[in-house]
């Protein structure tokens, strides 16, 4: 099987190959050239969206049955990490619509299934994800929205925050207390759509990078929507939200593993260019020694990476730690080789005229969200004492 020849670290089998070429090839024609535009701007990418979904790259993984591309995980990881190389905003798109809609395929109903992974196979609609509060950020289980049960409806009050593709998406798994009493155990998940009475957004956030990706408020002001828009049973809601981010936190390792690769490419091309004391600045020893060290850590994080696709594909019991694992390392590591990417490019590098400065600012979100890279450490920490 695919995603178990990538765990065992061969080669990516010819399938997944194809899907790194024609990903590459949709990115190189429109995603690429317009990736410093969405930064300069801060408006969501639509020619990128336009173009993944021509394409059927917006959400790869969600399954055939439901009109998606149906792609593993490994070969989903490989979609972000390509669109990520040349626009990390873009990248979100992909990401995202797994991140919202995981919930529904580890735990929703047949119905919910659907009714709603149809919509976002089918490129209609975008799919966000609303577990962060303004007071429950790392410790996710204090969120305060609140879901009470009114005959067959559930009414949800309450403010979600840092919420990625806010306002451009239709639809939102919404994570609410429906049992005060219990924290993690009182949290169930829910499908609200855009459009339902008493959904609104705030302000976008005025960010350091991924600027081409809107990240607002999502306010429930007294949202009224049918019991059987529940994802799951009553009171399972924090546990899918955890299973979630096991798999989707090695999304954001391939994003930080695409980001770091742009960065690499980028200056790897400028200092053959650039020439100093007569000749080109890659003849030194210094610039070779870094770039050494950029490659390295970029393979080591596209490794770990694949090989924690592989566990998300056949759902293995250490995907918990691999998810975290990858997502950590490979953010630290883009963030590093971003840096470095920059200093190659000197004076120039620091500039909006070069690409690296957006990249490095691009990078920088992935050792924060899905979970700070000191959360990811908390949950190693935790799976490893257990073991
Ligand atoms: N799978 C299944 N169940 C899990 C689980 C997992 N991976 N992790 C925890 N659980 C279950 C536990 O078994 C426990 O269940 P029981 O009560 O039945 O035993 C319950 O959940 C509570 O677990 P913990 O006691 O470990 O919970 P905690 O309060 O100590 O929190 C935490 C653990 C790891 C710190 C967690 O709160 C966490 O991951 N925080 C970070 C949140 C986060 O990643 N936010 C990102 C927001 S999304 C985002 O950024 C999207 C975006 O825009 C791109």
Redesign the pocket.
């Known amino acids: 099987m695919a995603a178990e020849q990538a765990f065992d670290g061969y080669r990516l089998t010819d399938e997944q190959q194809a899907v790194r070429e024609a990903v590459r090839e949709v990115c190189a024609a429109k995603v690429a050239p317009r990736a410093a535009e969405a930064d300069e701007t801060g408006e969501f990418p639509k020619a990128s969206f336009d173009a993944l979904r021509a394409a059927d790259f917006h959400a790869p993984h969600i399954p055939v049955e439901y009109g998606g591309a149906g792609a593993d995980a490994l070969a989903t990881a490989i979609v972000i990490e390509e669109v990520a190389r040349a626009c990390a905003a873009s990248s ?1 798109i992909p ?2 619509n797994k ?1 919202g809609t995981m919930p529904l395929i580890l735990a929703g109903s047949a119905e919910l299934r659907r009714k709603y992974l149809t919509q976002v196979a089918a490129g209609d609609a975008m799919f ?2 609303c ?2 509060e303004p007071e429950a ?6 969120m305060t929205t609140r879901a009470v049960r009114e005959g067959d409806d559930w009414v949800l009050n309450g403010v979600k925050r ?4 806010a306002g451009v998406s239709e639809f939102y798994t919404v994570f609410a207390v429906t049992d005060p009493t219990a ?3 009182g949290i169930s998940a829910f499908v609200v759509e855009k459009s339902d009475p008493g959904v609104s957004f705030g302000a976008p956030e005025k960010k350091l990078g991924i600027k081409g990706s809107p ?1 607002r408020e999502v306010y429930l002001d007294g949202v009224r929507i049918p019991a059987d828009r529940m994802i799951g049973a009553e009171g399972t809601g ?6 979630t ?2 798999h ?2 090695v999304t ?1 390792a391939a994003q930080a593993v695409g980001i770091a690769q742009g960065a690499l490419d980028y200056a790897k091309g400028y200092v053959q260019e650039r020439r100093q004391f007569g000749k080109p600045v890659s003849d030194f020893q210094g610039i070779q020694f870094m770039l050494a060290d950029m490659g390295m850590k970029l393979e080591a994080a596209r490794q770990l990476t694949y090989a924690a696709a592989g566990r998300s594909e056949r759902g293995d019991a250490d ?2 730690y691999f ?1 975290a694992a990858a997502k950590c390392f490979a953010s630290d590591a883009a963030m590093e080789i971003t840096t470095d990417a920059v200093q190659l490019l000197g004076g120039y590098g620091y500039t909006r005229d070069y690409p690296v400065e957006r990249m490095m600012r691009d990078a920088k ?1 992935t050792q ?5 890279n000191q ?1 990811q450490r ?2 190693m920490a ?1 799976q490893l004492l257990k073991g």
């Open positions: 979100l990401a995202v991140l966000s994800y577990l962060s950020g790392s410790d996710a289980a204090a840092w919420i990625t593709n924290r993690s155990r990240t924090f546990a899918t939200a955890m299973q981010l096991d989707t936190r954001i995907l918990t998810g979100i924060i969200y899905e979970g700070t959360v908390i949950v935790r």
